[in-house]
């Protein structure tokens, strides 16, 4: 570090990629979802394994692998929750945590379902926005921005559904998962959910979205004091003193 002008200045003399040597990390440079993600690939994975139904097995194994790439580095959305490198995995495998506690409460629950649900849910967003290994996300694709994410979902279900010979009303019920989860019209869903498991997905989904924007307001806030307004929540945070 040199000064000019009495300005601090940064001179760079030499620049070379980094090697596994250097021990430096994506995360050590960048926001970036708290768990690896090949942590989470593998505990996405093994809530996979999880599903004892056949159909509702295979449609989420295809399409996983299909999107496998993505799943490692994307967003959840491009600014609000989770809008960080690794972020759509992070939200889906916290979901899935919380599905199977809410599970052993509500025994009557289709753990299949809810999971195949949860993890589809918003799996088309890795189509519907495009986004750069730093979980940056540039713009919304043509058909992301015509159809959007819940259609994108929808159709892609269905489709991989005849490929693997699923039952028809399996698909359909994965579908309505994803049709539903925003709740109602003026949300964005075209039908508001009419089965436990799509209306558990709905109330996990939005959960996980206010406590990481609360989270993430608190920890940028002092103590004892508010936050500025958080736009997904519509009101200000407060952070109680120790």
Same mark, same amino acid.
């Given at each position: 570090?040199?000064?000019?002008?009495?300005?601090?200045?940064?001179?760079?003399?030499?620049?070379?990629?980094?090697?596994?040597?250097?021990?430096?990390?994506?995360?050590?440079?960048?926001?970036?979802?708290?768990?690896?993600?090949? *942590?989470?690939?593998?505990? $996405?994975?093994?809530?996979?394994?999880? !599903? =004892?139904?056949? &159909?509702?097995?295979?449609? #989420?194994?295809?399409?996983?692998?299909?999107?496998?790439?993505?799943?490692?580095?994307?967003?959840?959305?491009?600014?609000?929750?989770?809008?960080?490198?690794?972020?759509?995995?992070?939200?889906?495998?916290?979901?899935?945590?919380?599905?199977?506690?809410?599970?052993?409460?509500?025994?009557?629950?289709?753990?299949?379902?809810?999971?195949?649900?949860?993890?589809?849910?918003?799996?088309?967003?890795?189509?519907?926005?495009?986004?750069?290994?730093?979980?940056?996300?540039?713009?919304?694709? *043509?058909?992301?921005?015509? $159809?959007?994410?819940?259609?994108?979902? !929808? =159709?892609?279900? &269905?489709?991989?559904?005849? #490929?693997?010979?699923?039952?028809?009303?399996?698909?359909?019920?994965?579908?309505?998962?994803?049709?539903?989860?925003?709740?109602?019209?003026?949300?964005?869903?075209?039908?508001?959910?009419?089965?436990?498991?799509?209306?558990?997905?709905?109330?996990?989904?939005?959960?996980?979205?206010?406590?990481?924007?609360?989270?993430?307001?608190?920890?940028?806030?002092?103590?004892?004091?508010?936050?500025?307004?958080?736009?997904?929540?519509?009101?200000?945070?407060?952070?109680?003193?120790?």
């Amino acid at each position: 570090m040199k000064e000019w002008k009495g300005n601090k200045q940064l001179n760079i003399d030499s620049m070379r990629p980094t090697t596994d040597l250097d021990g430096q990390q994506i995360s050590d440079f960048i926001v970036s979802a708290p768990n690896s993600t090949a *942590t989470m690939f593998t505990d $996405l994975k093994g809530y996979i394994g999880k !599903i =004892k139904d056949e &159909d509702i097995r295979n449609i #989420t194994t295809v399409i996983v692998e299909k999107y496998k790439e993505k799943i490692l580095y994307y967003p959840a959305a491009q600014k609000n929750h989770h809008a960080i490198q690794g972020g759509w995995l992070y939200h889906v495998v916290t979901m899935l945590q919380l599905g199977e506690k809410v599970a052993q409460v509500y025994t009557f629950l289709n753990t299949d379902l809810l999971y195949g649900g949860i993890i589809l849910h918003d799996i088309a967003k890795l189509d519907e926005m495009e986004a750069n290994e730093l979980g940056i996300v540039t713009d919304y694709t *043509t058909e992301g921005q015509l $159809l959007g994410h819940l259609v994108q979902g !929808i =159709k892609l279900v &269905d489709k991989v559904a005849e #490929t693997v010979q699923a039952d028809p009303e399996t698909s359909l019920l994965l579908q309505h998962m994803i049709a539903s989860h925003h709740y109602k019209g003026e949300w964005g869903s075209p039908k508001s959910p009419m089965i436990p498991e799509a209306e558990i997905l709905h109330f996990l989904d939005i959960m996980d979205a206010h406590v990481y924007d609360m989270h993430k307001a608190i920890k940028s806030t002092k103590e004892g004091a508010f936050s500025e307004k958080v736009w997904t929540l519509g009101r200000k945070v407060y952070r109680k003193k120790k």
